[in-house]
């Protein structure tokens, strides 16, 4: 029922820039607070950025602010994340969350390589 998918990963090179998306079903996504988490081998995950329903909000991991933008289109059911300046630290599956009062619902992930 709840779905969440989504697309846009890669092998990027230093510097350089990729554009995620995610696609949600099942569920009134407008209501809802959506983030990406990313996770790396051998680590824990970590929130990278949120969004709050009406998109005019939204919060930033110290390490990616100023490089990653999130935004949404509730029109299309979507989330985005614009990473820009990528560094190999960056290397990650990154996650799709929608938060709901007392569960999380997560996407597949999308693997993202920063590698020159």
């Known amino acids: 029922q709840v779905q969440l998918v989504e697309s846009g990963g890669g092998l990027v090179q230093p510097g350089g820039s990729l554009k995620l998306s995610c696609v949600a079903s099942?569920?009134?996504?407008?209501?809802?607070?959506m983030s990406w988490y990313r996770q790396a081998p051998g680590k824990e995950r970590e929130l990278v950025a949120g969004?709050?329903?009406?998109?005019?909000?939204?919060n930033y991991a110290d390490s990616v602010k100023g490089r990653f933008t999130i935004s949404r289109d509730n029109n299309k059911n979507t989330v985005y994340l614009q990473m820009n300046s990528l560094k190999p630290e960056d290397t990650a599956v990154y996650y799709c969350?929608?938060?709901?009062?007392?569960?999380?619902?997560w996407g597949q992930g999308t693997q993202v390589t920063v590698s020159s």
């Open positions: 969350n929608a938060k709901f009062s007392s569960v999380d619902y």
């Open positions: 099942g569920f009134r996504f407008s209501w809802l607070r």
């Open positions: 969004i709050n329903s009406a998109g005019g909000i939204t």
